[in-house]
Structures are given as C-alpha cells and as structure tokens.
C-alpha cells in the first residue's frame, strides 16, 4: 500500500499538524548554508566551505516537536547530515520513536510500502527486506498499526439525477501519527531528487521490557554497522508536570540532593530536613506547588536541566543502566535505551550535543500547572583519518 499525499493540500496539512510551513519549507536552503555550527571537532561557518576533518555520521537524536521550536537544533544537524562524506553512500534511513496514539505494548511497522512528501519530487520506499528481517526477531511483539475500512454513502448530481455514491474508506491511526513528518520533510530536502534514491524503515517502539529492547537493539545493531543504513532517533528528554502524569519520583531523590543550586531553591527547609523521609515528603509538595507558581518558573526550568544533564551524560558514556533508572524520560526511555545499546561497543564513535532547550507547554489553557518538555539534538559520528 502506498502512503500518498495530494498535494493541493500538502502546505495545509503541514501547517494545521503545525510540523513546517510552505514559507519554512521554501526557505530551507538559505537557512541552511547560513547556520554555523560549533562542535567538538567540527566547525562549520556560514556559508563558507567545510574544510575541516572528514567525518561519517552515523546516528542523530533529534527532538519531536515543530519546526518553529527546533529549528535551529534541528538545521544544524541535518547541515551536518549534508556534509558528512558517508552521505552519498546512504540507501535507508532507520525512523525510529514513539507511538503518541497506539499504547500497546508492541514494535510497530508501518503499513506503507511508499512515502510521498512534501517534496513533489521525493518520494521514499519503505525497506521491506529489513522489516522482513526485523519479523524473524524471536521475544519481539511486532504488529502494523489497525486499520478500519468502511463506506461513506454520499449523495451526487448525475446529469440531471441525483443518485447515491458509495465510497470506502481506510482509516488507520498510522495516519495521524506525526512522530516522522517533520523529518521526512527535511530528509526531501537534503535528498532532494531521485538521483539518490533512500528507502526508508520506520519503526514506533513501544516496548517496555529491558530484555525486549536489548534484542531489538542487538537486530538494529547489524545494520548500524553498515555505511548504507543511517539512523534518526526522534524523541524529547523530561515531560515534567500534571499534564504528562509526571511532577516527582522518589528516585530521582539521589541526583538532586547534593546539588547547590536545588539547595539555594528549598533553604532552610532543606538543611533542617531531619531524615530522609521527611526530606522526600517535603520535596514533593515543593515542587508541586512550584509547578503552579509561575514565580518558580525558572527553579523548575533549572531542575530539568540537572536532570537532563544527568540523561545526556548517561547517553555519552553509554551506560544503558543509568538511562532505565531515570524516571523523568518515561515518554522515551524504550528510544534512549535502544540508541544506547546499538552504540555502546563503538569505541570510535564521537558524541556532542548540538542544542538544548526547554520549552514550556500550554496545550490546555485551562490546566492551573506548567507544564515543561525538554528538547536536545545529539549527533554520533566518526573522524576518518
């Protein structure tokens, strides 16, 4: 089956899923060569012509949210993408994140054999020689996302008759899925013709089990490996607040506790804490209360960042044991942890953070709490000698 878009009402539908606008997309190419980029061991200015070490880019994580909010994380790792000499090389491109709408417990695959953009002139096939190696995985639950098929019956003109007309209908929750849709999006820029033809693999991780994901990573690990497969990791870092279920867990005690700033912001409370007990049960009203404070904003904002920092470092060092005890990545610890342990036994992968933010939500105007989610693009790469 194919994934096609009409394109009349392409711009529409980016703009209403508030993935990237007609205005955005056509200026693309000129925000692209004017970003710079400073990292570790590659600088890129502007416009000016890349000289410096040839590198492979071999993952990135980038965040899921819309263009206005990323952009400028998310050019700089795709101008990377441009420049890496393992670029042309490149056949599929592995998508993977998380189902926002399927909750099960499962590894999902799409239905679609084919993916228009919004790209007139790219269009990606979907990899079905991996999902078929993907479908021999044993302690795996896979399954494609459910489909309901039904008919419309409308009422038309036919000369000077109006007659009924039956029409069938495919409705699947694939559809409204819009973890990729900014990425292909990008990906139809930086492979912008059918001179380089990408297949592409997505796959929704909704797995919870550590062992699970540790055999789907070992399955991923083997195409990892390889030059012609490219991997985009989409997901954000800590959802914090009422509306993500998420305010305080009791483990995340440990990381705050000794750190200065988190002292500054709780006082005298904090030093006359007379137990552990105590101390967790005040922390916990603490920051519930901060969270509708908007004074507080910026303690809270803070917060996040020491646990962030917390997340990243645990991504860099490559410890997937650090990654599954941390509570405040619950929306895409199954993605950190599957990233983790493809990468973990590279030891020639070089590993920076490009951009960092936190925004804060306000989907549902009425809901008293702030609300924050974490975005952080990381890229993983090698320096070819």
């Known amino acids: 089956m194919e994934y096609s ?17 007609n205005e955005e997309y056509n200026n693309l190419d000129m925000e692209m060569r004017n970003i710079s980029i400073s990292t570790g061991n590659i ?31 998310i050019l700089k790792v795709y101008k990377l993408l441009s420049n890496a000499i393992n670029k042309p090389k490149i056949k599929t491109i592995f998508l993977i994140g998380h189902s926002h709408l399927s909750i099960e417990n499962y590894v999902y695959l799409s239905n679609y054999t084919s993916f228009d953009t919004i790209n007139p002139q790219v269009s990606f096939g979907t990899d079905l020689y991996v999902y078929n190696q993907l479908k021999k995985m044993e302690n795996i639950k896979l399954k494609t996302f459910e489909q309901t098929t039904y ?31 900014l990425h292909l999006a990008l990906l139809s820029y930086i492979f912008p013709t059918f001179k380089h033809k990408i297949q592409i693999c997505p796959i929704w991780i909704n797995i919870k089990s550590p062992s699970a994901i540790s055999s789907l990573a070992k399955s991923l690990s083997q195409f990892y490996a390889k030059e012609d497969y490219f991997f985009i990791f989409s997901t954000n870092l800590t ?15 440990p990381i705050l506790q000794d750190n200065a700033h988190m002292q500054k912001i709780i006082s005298e409370k904090y030093r006359n804490a007379e137990n552990y007990d105590n101390f967790n049960s005040y922390i916990k009203t603490e920051f519930k209360e901060m969270l509708r404070n908007e004074k507080k904003k910026d303690d809270i904002m803070k ?12 991504i860099k060092n490559k410890n997937n044991f650090e990654v599954e005890k941390l509570t405040n990545i619950v929306y895409c610890k199954e993605i950190l942890l599957t990233l983790v342990e493809i990468i973990k036994d590279n030891r020639y992968l070089n590993i920076d953070t490009i951009g960092y933010e936190i925004i804060q939500c306000k989907m549902l105007e009425e809901m008293r709490d702030m609300n924050f989610v974490s975005l952080v693009s990381m890229v993983f790469y090698e320096i070819v000698k």
């Open 5 to 21: 878009i009409d394109y009349n009402n392409t711009i529409k539908e980016f703009i209403n899923n508030n993935i990237i606008t």
């Open 151 to 181: 008919s419309v019956v409308s009422l038309v003109e036919d000369g000077n008759e109006i007659v009924e007309k039956e029409q069938t209908i495919t409705d699947s929750i694939e559809d409204r899925e819009y973890t990729f849709d």
């Open 239 to 253: 959802h914090f607040g009422k509306l993500y279920d998420f305010m305080w867990d009791d483990k995340l005690l």
């Open 43 to 73: 600088q890129i200015n502007g416009e000016t012509e890349y000289n410096g070490p040839k590198y492979k880019l071999k993952s990135i994580l980038v965040p899921n949210s819309n263009y206005s909010l990323i952009k400028n994380q």
């Open 303 to 314: 917060l996040i960042q020491i646990l962030d920092r917390h997340v990243i470092e645990a």
